[in-house]
């Protein structure tokens, strides 16, 4: 049996869906944010970085925007294939091979 919502519980759970629905505008904005000041990062590295080093990252960068446009595929599933896709690039930058 369902028990009717009184008012005092209908007004607490509006409040609470209007203040998760500004936590994720909030968390919406900082993300963007985020994203802005990796493509800023980015941009003032490339001038730095040897041609070897931007093929290795352009390589990694178009496949894995590839694979976000892809509506189907999940953001666990694009990570995995990223990570068995790369590690090898990945090792071998950190190790200074690349």
Partial sequence: MKLPIQQGNRERVAKTSEFVDQATQV???DILLAQQRFVTAM???LATMPREQKERYFAVLSALVAKLEDPQKS???ILQEMFHETASLIFAELQGQG
């Fill in 27 to 29: 968390l919406e904005g």
């Fill in 43 to 45: 941009e003032a590295r």
């Fill in 75 to 77: 953001l666990r599933e």
